[in-house]
């Protein structure tokens, strides 16, 4: 089992940056591929991007891609999220999601979830 903590959002201008954190406990963190959605109020949770369990893979939604990277620290637990180039359409509160196994873009293959972060982009 794993539990997962976001943090790093906050209210930043269009254009800006922020790096958000997904930190887990457990000692097997590297066993678990890790995913980002955000949502955003009144929508559907949405992926916004995943990587492997080494680390060596990515995958992301188109509307972010060029723009967001994901990177992880295995032996800190951690998860990354870097997101430049921030549009008013990226504001949403942010979670990252585990899973043992290959879980692609659909949130309900996780079935590990942080409590989630708020992400404010202003115009």
């Known amino acids: 089992q794993v539990q997962l903590v976001e943090s790093g959002g906050g209210l930043v201008q269009a254009g800006g940056s922020l790096r958000l954190s997904c930190a887990a406990s457990?000692?097997?963190?590297?066993?678990?591929?890790v995913a980002w959605f955000r949502q955003a109020p009144g929508k559907a949770r949405e992926f916004v991007g995943a990587?492997?369990?080494?680390?060596?893979?990515?995958t992301f939604a188109d509307s972010v891609k060029g723009r967001f990277t994901i990177s992880r620290d295995n032996a800190k637990n951690t998860v990354y999220l870097q997101m430049n180039s921030l549009k008013p359409e990226d504001t949403a509160v942010y979670y990252c999601?585990?899973?043992?196994?290959?879980?692609?873009?659909?949130?309900?293959?996780?079935?590990?979830w942080g409590q989630g972060t708020q992400v404010t982009v202003s115009s």
């Open positions: 999601a585990a899973h043992t196994s290959y879980s692609g873009s659909v949130s309900g293959n996780y079935n590990y």
């Open positions: 457990g000692r097997t963190f590297s066993s678990y591929y």
């Open positions: 990587i492997s369990r080494s680390g060596s893979s990515t």
